[in-house]
């Protein structure tokens, strides 16, 4: 089995594909996520991977390879270590220079997350091009892949609980408030406001930004995923899936092409 590992700002995903004939097989066996912890030994890291599978019914020797998706570099030793020390594996770390699926159209490729490259891979091997990837995590990030497999860039944005927390954190009277879909646009309390403002505002800004991508990539499809995907895109109808794996999906192609 291999074990895929998204680590981001603020989860971790974890999802165990099957292999056969030395490659990894679509859709993943199990998905779990931890939340981003800073402080975290490998260690500690090893025995909630090691329990989660245990509590799967995976037995960890059959965790034949490791490729991780990071973008939190201060957490790269440790899960290498967790790799090395517990599955005695060295993991494959997916990087936009080191994968051969897509040819990259980008001042600085080594500045691409390694999230969005994945992202980017299986959305054109799922979909084919031109098409925007939309990812609703710690930032929200919009992807551009040409009909002729081109990653081309995109844009990146404040995320939606970044934005929330930041006003927040930043006024007096403002609360933090759930994240969520408001009946009306003309907020009845100041959380009802903050919420609609929240909610109606993304809406606008993706629905934006997809119309001024399409005008330079005429004709995309436009897909999504992200934990806030299903809420913010149900008024986009220009997305037409969500793949809340996807990520996942594009290290486990990745992988593959290196073995």
Known sequence: MLLAIDIGNTNITLGVFKIKSGR???????????????NSTSD?????????????LIEYKNIKAAAI?????YLN?????????????????????????????????????ADRIADAVAA?????GP?????????????????????LGGAIVPGILVSAESLARKTAKLPLVEIKKTKNIIGKSTISGIQ?????GYVGLV?????????????PKVIATGGLAPLITSDIKEVKAIIPELTLEGIRIIWNMQN
């Open 24 to 38: 990894a097989l679509k859709g993943p066996a199990k998905i779990w996520r931890l939340a981003t912890d800073p």
């Open 44 to 56: 500690e890291y090893a025995l909630r991977i090691l329990d989660l599978l245990r509590y799967s």
């Open 69 to 73: 998706a990071s973008v939190v570099p």
């Open 77 to 113: 030793d440790p899960f290498e270590e967790v790799s090395n020390k517990y599955f005695g594996k060295k993991p494959f770390f997916v990087e936009a220079i080191n994968q051969k699926y897509l040819k990259i159209s980008y001042d600085n490729p080594k500045e691409i997350g």
């Open 124 to 128: 054109y091997e799922f979909f084919g």
């Open 131 to 151: 098409i925007i990837v939309v990812d609703f995590g710690t930032a929200t990030t919009f992807d551009c892949i040409s009909k002729n497999r081109e990653y």
């Open 196 to 200: 609609s403002g929240i909610y109606y």
């Open 207 to 219: 629905e934006a930004i997809i119309a001024k991508i399409s005008k330079e990539m005429p004709k």
